[in-house]
């Protein structure tokens, strides 16, 4: 019964995608790396989730905004009245592979594939006027393409107990990225999608993080963690031509509850900032903010080994810099499996 409690909490945290996000601030933010090193059992796991975002929601700073806010805010004369953006759905499919050699470390890759679909009105005139969001005015783009792959490394050798771990990490730039991707449709067809909304960055990140766990009465377990990610370096670098993504923070803490092997309940508080993107390529005024999720979730042992999990995200809270777009909701359902 205890390695199944382990197999399951093992599964049970879900993982999110690093900085694949169609905005700064925005997405899921759900995280499973404490949870990889949970049980000191060896060998090797197989972690297959998918994830939904809808991003169609306009907001600035904590509430939200309309088209005429917009265009009316100050901006650079030469970019007229600011973009409107529409909506951002996205959808990620990530596959995740981690391995234990012994009780004091865990590598996990994780890679991911993004399917984007996005639609603005574009740059806006000022005073707004109503036709300025006909549905003429509509530019689409898809984004189809694999993701940034993340390289992790978990060493929870600093407590007899291994329930306390430190994490390193890189994200490489192997998605698209920069200009890579053009809209289809609408008044800008054929110019580069944002590249903040391309399936990669562009650039290699370090990763670092720490995470807790801890028993705290007979069927509940809290645990904690903290990841810093910054990119080091930038495939888009030259004058005019350059991106470099912000620096973000992701702080988790959380609670399962354990009495029932099979079916475990957790909730999660998610709180995530992110500093603005720079380069020319970049939005800078639309890139930065502060956003917490409540997360509640369940996961369900299917048999000894595989086991399925959910999670859905509400936010609560949100303080986001210039005009993004936000979701309502998301959500995540994955399937686990330990050999």
Known sequence: ??????????????????????????????????????????????????????????????????????????????????????????????????????ANWN??????????????????????????????????????????????????????????????????????????????????AATPLDASLQAGTGSTDLIAGAYYYQAVSQNFDAFGTVQFQSAVHQSLHRPGDDYRPGNSTTVTVGVRYEKYARVIPQLQLNVYRKSADQGALADTTDTAGTVAYMSPGLTALLMRKLAAYGVLQVPVYSNLSGYQLFPRWTATVGLSYAF
């Open 107 to 188: 590598f996990n890759v994780l890679v991911p594939y993004v399917d984007r679909d996005h639609t603005t009105y574009g740059q806006q005139s000022t005073p707004y006027q109503p036709s300025d969001t006909a549905p003429d005015q509509i530019s689409g783009a898809h984004v189809a393409h694999l993701g940034d792959i993340k390289l992790l490394a978990n060493w929870q050798g600093l407590l007899p107990t291994h329930n306390l771990g430190l994490q390193l990490g890189v994200k490489l730039p192997t998605g698209q990225y920069g200009t890579a991707v053009n809209f289809y449709d609408g008044p800008n």
């Open 1 to 102: 019964m205890k390695t199944w409690r382990l197999l399951v909490a093992t599964a049970l945290v879900v993982q999110a995608p690093a900085r694949l996000m169609a905005c700064a601030t925005c997405g899921c933010t759900v995280n499973t790396d404490a949870a990889m090193g949970y049980s000191a059992a060896s060998g090797w796991r197989v972690n297959l989730e998918y994830t939904y975002i809808d991003q169609d929601e306009l907001r600035s700073g904590t509430g939200s905004t309309t088209p005429e806010a917009v265009v009316d805010r100050p901006s650079d004369p030469a970019l007229g009245g600011g973009e409107i953006e529409k909506q951002t759905i996205n959808r990620y499919l990530t596959l995740g592979v981690s391995y234990r050699p012994d």
